[in-house]
């Protein structure tokens, strides 16, 4: 009898062992932010959304597609750009050296359709290599409200295996190991347009947002 109490505690220290490592892990998982993840706006008006993913260990490189279901014609993409700086951005450099411009490069080219935008960036310096961590600007996308109805942002990985036998890794830290977010493929914000609408954004719900 008291081999089974001893053996039922041991069984249950290791559930709750493996209960802990698994909240642990999931906090510390990559997630993909958008700020303002939740806008309002009057018809005419602009909203910059901010895409983050947080957090990041030793990032490297990113690859990120945000596409809106816009039947009603609410949104329009009127610019897009990854967060291109050398020191906490998406530039890639032969040598390392900031000062000599001719070998860097921020290429691949954001990527603008009619109802999504894809952006795709690394950091590759030469010796001076080093990753992105915390919470890491990928980019951001400048909308501009042009009809009434709601629009939601859908996020997904930039890309997917481009041929059948390959693999194609978005989020990659500098130790090599792949780090694609949790929480995509998702719809992680909304902006909401009216003809009298009042300018509002938000980090979380409700959604709409309520303007005070």
Same mark, same amino acid.
């Given at each position: ?5 001893? !053996? ?10 493996? !209960?802990?490592?698994l909240l =642990? ?6 997630e993909?932010?958008l =700020? %303002?993840?939740i806008?309002q706006?009057?018809? *005419? ?9 947080d %957090?990041?260990?030793e990032?490297? @490189?990113?690859g990120?597609k945000? @596409? ?5 014609? =609410?949104?329009?993409?009127?610019? !897009? ?9 998406? =530039?890639?450099? !032969? ?5 000599t ?5 921020k ?10 935008v894809t952006?795709i +960036?690394?950091r590759?310096?030469?010796?001076t290599? @080093?990753?992105?961590s915390?919470?890491v ?11 009434? *109805? ?11 295996? %481009?041929?059948? +036998? ?9 130790? +090599?190991t792949v780090?694609e977010?949790?929480n ?5 914000g ?6 009298d609408?009042?300018e509002?954004d938000r980090?979380? %719900? ?6 005070t």
């Amino acid at each position: 009898m008291k081999e089974l109490r001893t !053996a039922t505690k041991l069984f249950g220290l290791i559930v709750f062992l493996i !209960a802990a490592f698994l909240l =642990v892990d999931a906090a510390q998982a990559l997630e993909i932010q958008l =700020v %303002p993840a939740i806008a309002q706006r009057a018809i *005419g008006g602009k909203v910059r959304v901010h895409i983050y993913a947080d %957090p990041a260990v030793e990032l490297i @490189s990113m690859g990120i597609k945000l @596409s809106f279901n816009d039947p009603d014609q =609410v949104l329009q993409v009127q610019g !897009a750009s990854k967060y291109e700086d050398f020191d906490q951005g998406w =530039v890639m450099d !032969a040598d390392g050296d900031p000062l000599t411009t001719g070998d860097q490069y921020k290429l691949p080219l954001v990527e603008i359709g009619d109802n999504d935008v894809t952006m795709i +960036g690394g950091r590759l310096m030469g010796t001076t290599t @080093s990753g992105l961590s915390g919470k890491v600007l990928l980019g951001w996308i400048d909308f501009a409200a042009i009809g009434n *109805g709601s629009s939601n942002l859908h996020v997904d990985l930039g890309r997917y295996n %481009p041929q059948e +036998g390959e693999t194609y890794d978005n989020f990659v830290n500098l130790d +090599g190991t792949v780090d694609e977010p949790t929480n995509v493929p998702a719809n992680l914000g909304a902006i909401y347009v009216k003809a009298d609408a009042c300018e509002c954004d938000r980090e979380v %719900p409700p959604w709409p947002p309520a303007c005070t």
